[in-house]
């Protein structure tokens, strides 16, 4: 049941991810942290989901969805890409999982 759910999360990200990618015309693994900070607030931690799963395969089949390390993790991505927009959003994700990783 636990898998069925989560695989119904991943097919929702991906869903929101095309409403949230509307303005930019671009896969979010090319993202620039510009690209992410002008999606709306409400879409981005579906954007952190959606990058997270690009980060640990290269490609958006990962079942497995960390649902509490997104809401965790949002705010400080937003403020990393704050300060360098023009770095790539998924090298910024990457890091500040790695931050956290090792406050742990």
Do not use: Y
């Not at 959606?50 to 089949?61: D, F």
């Amino acid at each position: 049941m636990k898998k069925h759910i989560l695989f119904m999360g991943v097919v929702g990200l991906a869903a929101l991810s095309t409403l949230a990618q509307a303005e930019t015309k671009q896969p979010v693994a090319k993202w620039t942290c510009a690209d992410f900070l002008a999606v709306d607030e409400s879409f981005q931690p579906t954007a952190v989901g959606l990058g997270e799963a690009i980060n640990k395969k290269g490609r958006v089949e990962d079942a497995v969805l960390d649902v509490d390390g997104i809401a965790k993790i949002t705010p400080l991505v937003v403020t990393a890409c704050k300060e360098t927009p023009k770095e790539s959003f998924v090298s910024k994700l990457k890091a500040e999982w790695d931050k956290v990783k090792k406050d742990v």
